[in-house]
């Protein structure tokens, strides 16, 4: 039996990229997935194609700034599923200034859109998921190569992601008594829809070229990683930062 079998597991930006594929792969290993996303359609779709295929999930509309939004459907999860195993807090986004802007040259309401998503948005979810983990539980956060180094024009990104890494740190520090551990990892170029607009936004691909493997990382080797983290095959592990970057950083 899978060690994920009717375990529920709470997913954010699970629509779309490594968060869709985290979620199907969970649910195909029994595990009762809740969607959070913003988008509607994909939302549904998610869902629509995990039921299909045999898996159980619910989607809810959830913009993780807001605070009392992340809070409802976390109570809308327990609620369903009568308990909470795991987290994956993977909402992101880059914004639009991104790779443009110095950081004199910071727009005011970007650098809220990105710091609210990106790192407020998981603040939102750990104070709404801790108080129902079952102990024993595990959180994935989705920080980033731009949590680790800085990069020129990416102020906002790169700020929200080394912020990731500290809440994740000082969560494991506080969750460790209960058993519960607390991890994020940190992508390279991952084949998404965020990094192809990523790349619109530059107007210019990235060459992965310079990085050991060659080549551009898929949502399925961020969900694989995902699963392990959440899994007790890693239930030694707490408070690191998993780097899935092709050798970018070696």
């Known amino acids: 039996m899978s ?4 375990k529920v597991i709470v ?9 869709l594929a985290t979620a199907k792969l969970l649910a195909s290993k ?8 913003v988008q509607e359609g994909p939302l549904k779709s998610a869902v629509e194609d995990i039921e299909k295929a045999g898996g159980k999930a619910i989607g809810t509309v959830v913009d993780v700034r807001n605070r009392k939004q992340v809070e409802a459907w976390i109570e809308k999860t327990v609620s369903s599923f009568g308990k ?5 807090n993977l909402a992101g986004v880059i914004g639009k ?11 005011d309401d970007d650098w809220d859109f ?3 998503v990106n790192l407020r948005g998981v603040l939102n979810c750990l104070r709404a998921q801790i108080p129902h983990f079952n102990d024993g539980a595990s959180i994935v956060n989705a920080a980033s190569v731009a949590g680790m180094i800085g990069f020129k024009q990416n102020g906002s990104y790169v700020a929200s992601k080394h912020g990731v ?3 994740t740190k000082t969560a494991a520090k506080e969750l460790g008594p209960r058993q519960i551990r607390c991890n994020c990892f940190c992508p390279g170029m991952i084949e998404t829809p965020m990094f192809r607009k990523s790349a619109e936004i530059r107007g ?25 983290l959440l899994s007790s095959g890693s239930s030694y592990i707490t408070g690191t930062s998993q780097m899935v970057d092709g050798g970018w950083l070696c």
């Open 11 to 19: 997913i954010t930006g699970g629509a779309s990229g490594m968060g």
């Open 114 to 116: 990105v710091i609210g």
């Open 3 to 6: 060690s994920f079998q009717d």
């Open 84 to 88: 909470l195993d795991g987290a994956a």
């Open 204 to 228: 210019t691909e990235m060459d992965p070229g310079f990085v050991a493997l060659k080549r551009k990382g898929e949502a399925s080797e961020i969900a694989n990683l995902i699963e392990w």
């Open 30 to 37: 029994g595990a009762k997935i809740s969607i959070a996303d």
């Open 97 to 107: 200034q991104n790779n443009m802007a110095g950081l004199e040259d910071i727009d």
């Open 165 to 167: 890494v500290g809440l």
